[in-house]
């Protein structure tokens, strides 16, 4: 028998709210005499119907009579129920209005008073949310401080990047006291925490909390099966951005367990290159709060050029509001720590050796094309173009290098500290050998905890005065608020990236305004990345917060900028 129509879950933009859509010339016959209120959709075999209890049950006898194709399943089965009567949808716990919660007695320590709004926060939404405070405001105590006040949430389960995890330790060390099996505080004690370091399965000791990084976590899921988790952390929970990855398939899988009670996300950047990355994020913290995936694109977004799914401007603040109302708290540091200066960003084009840069550029091109003519499949053609773009990028930072060296000596005459950040290990090894009178400080992927943190404490004491750091080593669980000026020799293409960096300086305890300068070399790779970045931050930051920060020019990044060119026109009048 052919269908009647269509039932889809969409949003209707005339009514503002969630409805049914029914399409097909039989089925709006059939609507048209048995719903008091309905209305046209767009097209001429379209109806839109109210998402009502008693609509529901109307549609569940249409559909019983006659057969309609039912695109938003999950959604339809937890309208309808197991008994064929629609069930009131549960209300979501609102938390627009906060107080000043203070901590539990297992909370040692002081909360700001934006921290103890976030608890409650936390608390009114149960512990399934995403806090998506602005970096450097203390997420990680937040959550402990709602660890240490809500009951029945241990054992707690903490996923985050593995240059974190000894820090989460710390923190909890820190934060918090022990309770004893007859519920009394040890002061001297702390939480047990058993820090896992290992792909290989073996059965968990009894621990209070488990922290494990999102690489290995997919091995040691049958493990964490087995143990009766309260609570799962997702520390900069933007790492399940894809949907289609192992680590998201192994969150979801833990998320789903019958024990679990309490599911927080933890990210200053929830959103890293598209609005829709968004999605996959929310689904683990509350799912169905956007739909299925395929209902939250068809409504919310479009597709661009290169197949990806682009929040649409028009929807943007409509998300926000409802991500704000229902799952994420969004506070910048602005609205929250009034003694906390302005963060500055610059773009300063600076030159290259466009010689040596057009004669890398031709190699690099000549070896795609020899390499495309060799692959077989589209899969080997796409990894021989992203290989040519990698190295392209890094054409482009070895072109600029003396000129990135330059500007950083030149702003190190003017002020103490400095942080700059780049990509490639070459880059990141030739500014040390040529800022070697520096003595800097140094972050770079693969060093042992212990290095990076010896690191990260002699340029945080002033023992070194410049910490040269890769921008995805260095981005995130550190603080560097003894600098206020933070220089990126080279882009990277997520503007998320950029953020997480500059506000490794922007935290609390830094008392000066940052200044943050991207250097692009001209007539290169740079001046296309840059375009990008500005395109991808005005999606991300209409979705999350309502004003808009750009990379345009201050007039207090121009005077620090004027006297760094005066310095160098000094020199190089000397030098003549």
Same mark, same amino acid.
């Given at each position: 028998?052919?269908?009647?129509?269509?039932?889809?879950?969409?949003?209707?933009?005339?009514?503002?709210?969630?409805?049914?859509?029914?399409?097909?010339?039989?089925? $709006?016959?059939?609507?048209?005499?048995?719903?008091?209120?309905?209305?046209?959709?767009?097209?001429?075999?379209?109806?839109?119907?109210?998402?009502?209890?008693?609509?529901?049950?109307?549609?569940?006898?249409?559909?019983?009579?006659?057969?309609?194709?039912? #695109?938003?399943?999950?959604?339809?089965?937890?309208?309808?129920?197991?008994?064929? =009567?629609?069930?009131?949808?549960?209300?979501?716990?609102?938390?627009?209005?906060?107080?000043?919660?203070?901590?539990?007695?297992?909370?040692?320590?002081?909360?700001?008073?934006?921290?103890?709004?976030?608890?409650?926060?936390?608390?009114?939404?149960?512990?399934?949310?995403?806090?998506?405070?602005?970096?450097?405001?203390?997420?990680?105590?937040?959550?402990?401080?709602?660890?240490?006040?809500?009951?029945?949430?241990?054992?707690?389960?903490?996923?985050?990047?593995?240059?974190?995890?000894?820090?989460?330790?710390?923190?909890?060390?820190?934060?918090?006291?022990?309770?004893?099996?007859?519920?009394?505080?040890?002061?001297?004690?702390?939480?047990?925490?058993?820090?896992?370091?290992?792909?290989?399965?073996?059965?968990?000791?009894?621990?209070?909390?488990?922290?494990?990084?999102?690489?290995?976590?997919?091995?040691?899921?049958?493990?964490?099966?087995?143990?009766?988790?309260?609570?799962?952390?997702?520390?900069?929970? #933007?790492?399940?951005?894809?949907?289609?990855?192992?680590?998201?398939?192994?969150?979801?899988?833990?998320?789903?367990?019958?024990?679990?009670?309490?599911?927080?996300?933890?990210?200053?950047?929830?959103?890293?290159? #598209?609005?829709?990355?968004?999605?996959?994020?929310?689904?683990?913290?509350?799912?169905?709060?956007?739909?299925?995936?395929?209902?939250?694109?068809?409504?919310?977004?479009?597709?661009?050029?290169?197949?990806?799914?682009?929040?649409?401007?028009?929807?943007?603040?409509?998300?926000?509001?409802?991500?704000?109302?229902? @799952?994420?708290?969004?506070?910048?540091?602005?609205?929250?720590?009034?003694?906390?200066?302005?963060?500055?960003?610059?773009?300063?084009?600076?030159?290259?050796?466009?010689?040596?840069?057009?004669?890398?550029?031709?190699?690099?091109?000549?070896?795609?094309?020899?390499?495309?003519?060799?692959?077989?499949?589209?899969?080997?053609?796409?990894?021989?173009?992203?290989?040519? $773009?990698?190295?392209?990028?890094?054409?482009?930072?070895?072109?600029?290098?003396?000129?990135?060296?330059?500007?950083?000596?030149?702003?190190?005459?003017?002020?103490?500290?400095?942080?700059?950040?780049?990509?490639?290990?070459?880059?990141?090894?030739?500014?040390?050998?040529?800022?070697?009178?520096?003595?800097?400080?140094?972050?770079?992927?693969?060093?042992?905890?212990?290095?990076?943190?010896?690191?990260?404490?002699?340029?945080?004491?002033?023992?070194?005065?410049?910490? @040269?750091?890769?921008?995805?080593?260095?981005?995130?669980? @550190?603080?560097?608020?003894?600098?206020?000026?933070?220089?990126?020799?080279?882009?990277?293409?997520?503007?998320?990236?950029?953020?997480?960096?500059?506000?490794?300086?922007?935290?609390?305890?830094?008392?000066?305004?940052?200044?943050?300068?991207?250097?692009?070399?001209?007539?290169?790779?740079?001046?296309?990345?840059?375009? =990008?970045?500005?395109?991808?931050?005005?999606?991300?930051?209409?979705?999350?917060?309502?004003?808009?920060?750009?990379?345009?020019?201050?007039?207090?990044?121009?005077?620090?900028?004027?006297?760094?060119?005066?310095?160098?026109?000094?020199?190089?009048?000397?030098?003549?």
């Amino acid at each position: 028998m052919a269908r009647s129509g269509i039932l889809e879950y969409v949003m209707d933009k005339y009514s503002n709210s969630w409805s049914w859509k029914l399409t097909g010339s039989r089925a $709006i016959g059939i609507v048209s005499q048995t719903f008091p209120q309905s209305w046209y959709g767009d097209g001429p075999n379209e109806v839109i119907v109210p998402d009502t209890p008693e609509n529901i049950q109307r549609i569940q006898r249409i559909i019983d009579q006659c057969p309609i194709e039912v #695109h938003s399943k999950s959604t339809w089965n937890r309208r309808i129920g197991t008994a064929g =009567v629609a069930k009131k949808p549960k209300k979501t716990p609102k938390t627009e209005k906060l107080s000043r919660i203070n901590p539990g007695s297992q909370f040692r320590g002081k909360l700001l008073n934006f921290q103890k709004e976030g608890l409650d926060f936390l608390i009114k939404s149960s512990g399934n949310a995403l806090l998506a405070d602005e970096m450097g405001l203390g997420k990680t105590v937040q959550t402990l401080a709602y660890l240490a006040t809500e009951k029945n949430v241990f054992p707690v389960l903490v996923v985050a990047p593995l240059v974190t995890l000894k820090n989460w330790q710390r923190e909890i060390d820190k934060f918090l006291k022990k309770r004893s099996k007859n519920g009394r505080m040890k002061n001297s004690e702390s939480p047990t925490s058993k820090l896992i370091r290992r792909g290989r399965r073996k059965i968990l000791e009894k621990s209070d909390f488990y922290i494990i990084n999102y690489e290995l976590l997919e091995k040691r899921v049958p493990d964490f099966m087995n143990i009766n988790l309260k609570t799962l952390v997702c520390d900069e929970v #933007h790492y399940l951005r894809s949907k289609s990855t192992k680590k998201h398939a192994a969150i979801k899988k833990l998320s789903a367990m019958e024990s679990l009670e309490h599911r927080i996300g933890l990210s200053g950047t929830p959103i890293y290159n #598209h609005g829709s990355e968004i999605w996959p994020i929310a689904d683990i913290l509350r799912p169905g709060l956007l739909g299925t995936y395929s209902e939250f694109c068809r409504y919310f977004c479009y597709v661009n050029e290169r197949g990806k799914s682009l929040v649409l401007e028009n929807k943007r603040k409509l998300l926000r509001e409802k991500l704000q109302k229902h @799952i994420m708290l969004r506070r910048k540091k602005s609205d929250v720590l009034k003694y906390l200066q302005d963060k500055v960003r610059y773009k300063e084009y600076i030159d290259s050796d466009t010689d040596y840069y057009r004669r890398e550029l031709q190699k690099i091109w000549n070896k795609f094309e020899k390499s495309k003519a060799k692959s077989k499949t589209t899969l080997e053609k796409y990894s021989s173009y992203q290989r040519a $773009i990698q190295s392209e990028r890094q054409v482009a930072g070895l072109a600029k290098i003396p000129h990135v060296i330059n500007f950083v000596r030149n702003i190190m005459e003017i002020e103490e500290s400095v942080v700059v950040f780049c990509h490639h290990k070459s880059i990141h090894k030739l500014l040390n050998e040529k800022l070697a009178e520096f003595h800097p400080s140094t972050i770079i992927g693969g060093q042992s905890d212990t290095a990076r943190q010896e690191n990260i404490d002699s340029f945080q004491k002033g023992d070194s005065n410049l910490m @040269i750091a890769g921008i995805r080593a260095g981005n995130v669980g @550190i603080n560097l608020s003894n600098a206020r000026y933070v220089i990126f020799a080279e882009l990277d293409w997520s503007p998320a990236i950029h953020q997480q960096a500059e506000d490794r300086l922007h935290r609390i305890g830094q008392k000066n305004t940052v200044f943050a300068y991207y250097l692009i070399g001209n007539n290169t790779l740079d001046e296309h990345v840059a375009n =990008v970045l500005i395109n991808k931050s005005y999606e991300i930051d209409t979705i999350l917060d309502a004003g808009v920060q750009t990379y345009e020019n201050k007039e207090k990044a121009q005077l620090i900028l004027a006297q760094i060119q005066d310095l160098l026109r000094s020199n190089a009048t000397a030098d003549g």
